[in-house]
């Protein structure tokens, strides 16, 4: 055991020895340059559970703490106020005590919805062998005082449940537990038949009850602290309780009646919706169903039972409107699930830092005393449980996330998690002044950035509460509107050629606005009073109908759009202004991931408004869309191997094609038609996975520039998804001058182009 550098007050050796939490906050404080004699540490039971006062007594810091737990999170305030130069936080508790991130990951070690690398725990059917990097997780964790990872996918392997996985599992709950870290599993409703041999799963079943108990009691001989299960049932294919015609309270207490005599939660995922409804049947509506699902089972959970509440009905878009079932339950523990990860928002490609939007649903209420934070938290309806959960997804990539900027919005779930009271700016200049320094003008360009990020994607993707403009049948990531339409996932949007966006109000819709308290109803049901952010998610409109802003639904599609796009370019210009201010190799990462964010966010402003101007027929009043002044379509050059190619979707490609390779080496050229000066030359081609082709490009016999395609995009085909954009900079061109790109293939790998547009500087 490492020596104690810090000196304890009120605390023997002996319990000491018995507290890995304190020995892990002495080895922060000593890592953090306090001197031994300068922290002294003290356990207060009075202090309730994980809270942690901190004062100072001559010349000693001292940190006292509810329990070892409360002690750690006070040696990282200590820490945290010491580098950002603040004052001693007098004393915190946390704001509720479930503050845990769910982590996607499955045991041949992918993860799904993933963006950040391999998983941390598992490989090849096990739990890896070497778990340091689980345990500097874990330490992340804590410091901004998460207290429970579960670390399985919630689409659970039956095996995560076998007597031999258990023991492996219980070297992640190890490596957890120095940093108060409790581990939970996601588990199959199935398992006492898949696994235990039962001919039945059915929770009513004696047996099955019996089976979940002996289960329940070897989990916890393994691993004594426990956190408890995770459960999707009846939800996109898992198998759950109406196999049996039992209802999701049967399903939730069977499993929570084992756990409850070790101390252990049932948290039950309330994403229960049917995936195979008639798209055509106008009253359909998958909002409607995590609502309709578990709002009449309201008094029919077990106490330690907690419902995982998704904060919007539909599935993480970049905007949707409140669940109405968080304002529904009075008797039924409730917690937030919030996605760090960016699934439909970026997958941390793009800058999109998720505070604002988080800050927007927890201060959301439902009446007086009814906002979103305090319901969940249990404090409205004085509820023994409940709290926020995140789906973080970490990776074994350097960063976490795939990203140097996207651990923000891991540091931001944290922070809320631990007090939601905290604002969006605070949050930002936090993070920036921990990970980049303090600089001002670093501060003030990373602030920026991130505050800026949420609205700039929002508004170059789906605007207006349409939010499903991705592709949701494949990647989740580029664009693809009609993929919403005509298939039973339920993200329809209503469009055709005369308006668009769902009819949810009670008087002529789905009915879905009915599931909110009246004054929130009344809100919604109204043209006049929903917000416009949310318009076409509570109302089908005509193209022409006018904002509140007096722009008509397709103009402001249009303006916003283009807007943003214009605004997401700036981002790489911003960010090179601090070349030599920050570390270069971050720099140049962060510099490659906003440059290729400027890049896609044009691929999405054609996609979007070139859509909904062949939809509408109506023609953008500023002349933009379909419009573009110095762009050479791929498939109108001279080519020489390159053969012409359909885009699917249409709306992906410039002008609705592009050109692939079929040979070892192939060139598209083109003669400049424009006047003598200086231009920044734009390459958009397909970078494919599984081959890494390379390029050239030639202005005469001038080499102007040369790279390879070496992302890995969500998508084996020419789309939107793997539509990406290089930029020289600063080419002198004369009319007539000949312009050629060079194409060499790899794999599968097609070295694709779609156009290239010259651009006055």
């Not at 070349?579 to 996609?607: K, M, S």
């Amino acid at each position: 055991m490492l020596r104690v550098l810090v000196i304890l007050v009120a605390l023997g050796a002996e319990l000491w020895a018995q507290s890995p939490a304190l020995e892990s906050a002495a080895r922060e404080c000593r890592r953090a340059g306090f001197d031994r004699a300068a922290v002294a540490f003290e356990v207060k039971p009075e202090l309730g559970r994980e809270s942690f006062s901190i004062e100072r007594n001559g010349k000693k810091t001292v940190i006292a703490g509810g329990d070892s737990t409360g002690v750690l999170y006070g040696a990282f305030a200590l820490i945290r106020a010491k580098q950002l130069h603040e004052t001693l936080p007098k004393r915190e508790t946390p704001y509720a005590p479930i503050r845990w991130v769910n982590q996607w990951d499955n045991l041949d070690g992918s993860i799904e919805r993933g963006y950040g690398g391999r998983s941390i725990f598992f490989a090849n059917g096990a739990v890896l062998a070497d778990l340091s990097r689980a345990g500097e997780y874990a330490r992340l964790l804590a410091s901004v005082g998460i207290n429970g990872c579960t670390v399985n996918n919630v689409n659970a392997d039956v095996r995560v449940l076998s007597p031999e996985f258990l023991k492996q599992l219980a070297r992640i709950a190890d490596v957890f537990r120095p940093w108060g870290v409790r581990l939970s599993l996601a588990v199959d409703f199935a398992s006492p038949q898949k696994l235990g041999g039962l001919d039945t799963f059915d929770p009513l079943d004696a047996r099955v009850a019996e089976w979940w108990k002996e289960k329940a009691d070897e989990v916890y001989r393994e691993i004594p602290d426990f956190a408890g299960f995770v459960l999707k049932a009846d939800s996109e294919g898992r198998v759950g309780p109406s196999a049996y015609h039992r209802t999701h309270a049967d399903a939730a207490n069977v499993l929570a009646r084992a756990l409850a005599p070790h101390g252990g939660i049932l948290v039950y995922r309330a994403f229960v919706y049917n995936h195979h409804m008639d798209w055509r049947d106008l009253k359909n509506d998958r909002a409607r169903a995590a609502y309709d699902n578990f709002h009449p089972l309201e008094g029919a959970f077990d106490p330690n039972v907690v419902l995982q509440i998704k904060y919007g009905p539909i599935d993480f878009q970049a905007r949707e409107p409140v669940s109405p079932l968080i304002g529904g339950l009075a008797q039924t523990n409730e917690a937030l699930e919030l996605q760090i990860t960016q699934e439909y928002t970026g997958q941390q490609r793009h800058l999109c830092f998720l505070a604002p939007m988080w800050k927007q649903v927890l201060d959301f209420s439902f009446g007086p005393g009814a906002r979103v934070k305090e319901l969940v938290a249990g404090k409205t309806h004085d509820r023994p449980l409940g709290g926020f959960v995140g789906v973080a997804n970490v990776g074994n990539s350097p960063n976490w996330l795939g990203s140097d900027l996207a651990p923000a919005n891991l540091y931001a779930f944290g922070r809320l998690a631990w007090n939601p009271n905290l604002s969006a700016e605070q949050i930002a200049q936090e993070w920036t002044e921990l990970n980049w320094g303090r600089n001002a003008k670093v501060v003030r360009t990373v602030d920026d950035l991130l505050l800026r990020s949420w609205r700039v994607y929002e508004h170059y993707t789906g605007p207006l509460g349409l939010g499903t403009l991705t592709d949701i049948l494949h990647g989740h990531y580029g664009p693809n509107i009609e993929s919403a339409e005509r298939n039973g996932w339920g993200q329809w949007i209503r469009a055709d050629h005369e308006g668009i966006g769902m009819d949810r109000t009670v008087a002529t819709g789905t009915g879905f606005v009915g599931q909110y308290p009246p004054a929130v109803a009344r809100v919604y049901e109204s043209l006049a009073t929903t917000p416009d952010d949310l318009l076409l998610f509570f109302h089908h409109v005509p193209y022409t109908y006018r904002l509140h802003s007096g722009e008509t639904v397709v103009q402001y599609v249009y303006d916003s759009h283009y807007a943003a796009a214009h605004e997401a370019q700036l981002f790489p210009q911003e960010w090179a202004e601090l070349r030599g201010l920050v570390d270069e190799t971050r720099f140049e990462r962060v510099l490659a991931q906003l440059t290729y964010q400027a890049g896609h966010a044009i691929v999405w402003r054609d996609a979007i408004t070139n859509w909904f101007a062949r939809e509408s027929g109506i023609a953008d009043e500023k002349g933009r869309v379909g419009h573009y002044p110095g762009r050479y379509e791929a498939e109108k050059m001279q080519l020489d191997g390159y053969v012409e190619y359909d885009i699917t979707p249409w709306e992906d490609a410039s002008g609705g094609k592009g050109v692939v390779c079929k040979s070892a080496s192939c060139t598209a050229a083109l003669v400049f038609q424009g006047g003598d000066g200086r231009y920044d030359l734009a390459v958009q081609y397909f970078d494919l996975p599984g081959g890494s082709a390379k390029f050239r490009l030639r202005v005469n016999e001038r080499e102007a520039g040369a790279w390879t395609g070496d992302l890995e995009l969500p998508s084996k085909i020419p789309n939107g998804d793997t539509s990406t954009r290089y930029t020289v900079k600063d080419v002198r061109l004369r009319r007539g001058d000949r312009i050629r790109i060079e194409g060499i293939p790899d794999g599968p790998d097609s070295a694709a182009l779609d156009y290239v547009e010259v651009c006055p500087q």
